[in-house]
């Protein structure tokens, strides 16, 4: 395997690695191909993942996971994409950690977070997109109203990945209508929802098939009913805790795209150097080995930005920009790496049993999610560079 990590790498930083590669090798490629194949979700991995505290380790210790940053998380997820495995099955619980923590009161802190640490709970779904909003985020149409003591929610959901695999979800609504606020990104509220409780109570979820195994959902709230202490943090300020969420998400993603983009180059590089064509293997062809070098090229410098990003991050410093050009990097080297590596394998890219097929459609993903490349370099063009507002 490729040495994917940078000099002089602290120690806790090596342990995570040499600790994920040897759990991920309890789930090999074909483990991952056939579950591709039934389009079924990794239980066994999930369940390896949890009993190992490696999903727990931004709960704080005094709740009972390993109080480390999203650095570390960030390290975790790349580790399972550079082992070839896929961690969107589970990486949810990391990037929405974030908004409990920070916002969260005690009393909620100490009925979930523990809970979660043990793997008692899962909390795997993080609700925001709809089908007419888009990207859109404020135009969401979801509402939560007050009533009594609960709050009423009504509207659709989409994309909203592992709702069948998650206990809890994190749901971004409306509870003052758009007209009545001073500006578009007030009035929304986060909310933890008990899906257990929820399912046939007002939230009906139906599975949508996409073309790869992502497990991801529609939900439709019809008057569900949730209790009011499960609102977090102030009504009408949930827009600017998901952003705090969606940066160490896009950070989570970025890594795991530089998981994916090392795999892809040890790949590239170990068959162009097997494959014997015209009497000499195909990387000794310039036409070969240039762009799998640029592709490693590119997904070194990404790696860079990452680490920046998380840094920013785990300091509570500001981070969305590094976060953001952290993910857009990665996004394209890994999938630059995914090209060029269908490009070296030629016909046999294509075949299920060499896994590049399959990693090359996980990682097309994140070109589009969760944040687009175009609204990515929107937000640079306009918030960093200046240049006039496009939408
Ligand atoms: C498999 C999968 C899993 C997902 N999981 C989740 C989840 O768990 N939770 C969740 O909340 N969401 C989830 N999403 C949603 C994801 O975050 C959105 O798909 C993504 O943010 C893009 O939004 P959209 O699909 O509505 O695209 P749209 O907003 O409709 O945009 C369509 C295209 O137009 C481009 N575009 C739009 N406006 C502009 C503009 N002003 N300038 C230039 N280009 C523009 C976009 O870049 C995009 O390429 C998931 C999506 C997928 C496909």
Same mark, same amino acid.
């Given at each position: 395997m490729l040495p994917n990590h940078l000099p002089?790498?602290?120690?806790?930083?090596?342990?995570?690695?040499?600790?994920?590669?040897?759990?991920?090798a309890r789930f090999p490629d074909s483990y991952w191909r056939d579950l591709d194949r039934d389009q079924a979700y990794p239980t066994d991995f999930v369940r390896a993942m949890t009993e190992a505290g490696w999903l727990a380790v931004l709960i704080p210790e005094e709740f009972g996971g390993a109080g480390l940053g999203v650095t570390e998380a960030s390290i975790i997820l790349e580790e399972i994409h550079c082992a070839g495995g896929n961690a969107a099955a589970c990486h949810a619980q990391m990037y929405v950690m974030g908004t409990l923590l920070r916002h969260g009161s005690n009393a909620q802190k100490e009925q979930y977070l523990p809970a979660i640490a043990s793997g008692e709970l899962r909390m795997q779904a993080f609700g925001v997109t709809e089908p007419d909003a888009g990207t859109d985020t404020t135009k969401i149409r979801t509402t939560a109203t007050r009533d009594g003591d609960h709050y009423r929610i009504r509207g659709q959901k989409i994309w909203i990945s592992r709702a069948q695999h998650s206990d809890l979800l994190l749901l971004l609504a409306r509870t003052t209508p758009l007209d009545q606020v001073a500006k578009p990104t007030h009035g929304l509220?986060? #909310?933890?929802?008990?899906?257990?409780?929820?399912? $046939?109570?007002?939230?009906?979820?139906?599975?949508?098939?996409?073309?790869?195994?992502?497990?991801?959902?529609?939900? #439709?709230?019809?008057?569900?009913?949730?209790?009011?202490?499960?609102?977090?943090?102030?009504?009408?300020?949930?827009?600017?805790?998901?952003?705090?969420?969606?940066?160490?998400?896009?950070?989570?993603?970025?890594?795991?795209?530089?998981?994916? $983009?090392?795999?892809?180059?040890?790949?590239?590089?170990?068959?162009?150097?097997?494959?014997?064509?015209?009497?000499?293997?195909?990387?000794?062809?310039?036409?070969?080995?240039?762009?799998?070098?640029?592709?490693?090229?590119?997904?070194?410098?990404?790696?860079?930005?990452?680490?920046?990003?998380?840094?920013?991050?785990?300091? $509570?410093?500001?981070?969305?920009?590094?976060?953001?050009?952290?993910?857009?990097?990665?996004?394209?080297?890994?999938?630059?790496?995914?090209?060029?590596?269908?490009?070296?394998?030629?016909? #046999?890219? #294509?075949?299920?049993?060499?896994?590049?097929?399959?990693?090359?459609?996980?990682?097309?993903?994140?070109?589009?999610? =969760?944040?687009?490349?175009?609204?990515?370099?929107?937000?640079?063009?306009?918030?960093?560079?200046?240049? =006039?507002?496009?939408?």
């Open positions: 002089n790498e602290p120690d806790l930083h090596r342990d995570i690695r040499r600790g994920i590669r040897q759990l991920c509220s986060i #909310f933890l929802i008990d899906l257990r409780m929820a399912v $046939g109570n007002g939230l009906t979820i139906e599975p949508v098939e996409v073309m790869m195994n992502h497990h991801t959902t529609q939900l #439709f709230f019809d008057d569900l009913l949730v209790p009011a202490e499960n609102l977090i943090g102030e009504e009408g300020k949930g827009f600017r805790y998901v952003l705090d969420g969606m940066n160490a998400e896009r950070i989570l993603i970025a890594a795991e795209c530089i998981g994916d $983009g090392y795999w892809f180059v040890d790949r590239a590089t170990t068959y162009a150097n097997e494959r014997v064509v015209f009497d000499r293997p195909i990387g000794q062809n310039q036409g070969i080995q240039f762009p799998i070098a640029r592709a490693y090229v590119n997904i070194r410098a990404a790696d860079l930005m990452r680490y920046d990003a998380a840094a920013r991050f785990d300091a $509570g410093q500001p981070c969305g920009a590094e976060a953001n050009m952290a993910k857009l990097l990665a996004a394209d080297a890994s999938w630059e790496a995914a090209n060029v590596t269908l490009q070296t394998y030629g016909g #046999f890219g #294509f075949a299920k049993e060499y896994d590049v097929e399959r990693k090359f459609r996980e990682t097309r993903l994140y070109q589009v999610a =969760p944040i687009s490349t175009n609204l990515i370099l929107s937000y640079v063009g306009q918030h960093l560079l200046g240049m =006039p507002r496009s939408f």
